[in-house]
């Protein structure tokens, strides 16, 4: 039979881990919550990322510039000298595509991968080129892989495309300029 002493010791405890467990859900909500924004960020940046490859296809330098925020940069750290080594602010971003639409019948960008990162406002994608040469001279076709940092608003603020730049320059017939 229970004494008095250990029916105090019972209770005592079951509050002490009733209060514990209240504790743990508290918490467990919490980290669902947060899961679920860094998710819901991820979704909308991914999405982001997704719109700027459906404006180069169509071709639309407006939707492609405004996904950008004022502050955003362009890099391409492998330009080889060759290809412009990117671009800074919208008017730049601007500046940078609104003279390579003309200069191609399509592109086409295929998307293999696309990650959000640990950090929901960093996407990761891996994609094709394949833009048709004018004059029916063929087609240039490149791996790609770029990131993209995106603001609190969902904006780009930094784009960095990375290709093969000896495939660039046989494409576009610039072997014998790299430097």
């Not at 602010?89 to 191609?104: E, L, S």
């Not at 990131?147 to 017939?173: C, D, H, M, Q, S």
Request: charged share 25%; proline share 4%.
């Amino acid at each position: 039979m229970m004494t008095m002493r250990r029916i105090t010791i019972f209770w005592i405890a079951l509050i002490l881990l009733s209060g514990c467990t209240r504790e743990n859900s508290k918490e467990d909500s919490q980290n669902t919550t947060k899961i679920e924004m860094k998710n819901e960020i991820a979704e909308k940046n991914k999405n982001s990322a997704l719109s700027f490859f459906k404006a180069l296809e169509d071709e639309n330098v407006d939707r492609l510039v405004a996904l950008f925020a004022e502050e955003a940069i362009h890099i391409n750290p492998y330009s080889s000298g060759l290809f412009p080594e990117g671009a800074r602010g919208k008017d730049g971003i601007r500046a940078y595509w609104t003279p390579v639409f003309p200069n191609f019948d399509g592109m086409d960008f295929p998307i293999e991968e696309i990650q959000a990162m640990e950090d929901p406002n960093m996407v990761f994608v891996k994609f094709n080129g394949r833009i048709k040469l004018k004059g029916d001279a063929g087609f240039y076709e490149n791996d790609y892989y770029s990131t993209f940092r995106f603001n609190k608003e969902g904006l780009i603020t930094e784009y960095v495309e990375i290709f093969n730049p000896i495939v660039a320059a046989r494409g576009f017939g610039l072997i014998d300029k790299i430097k």
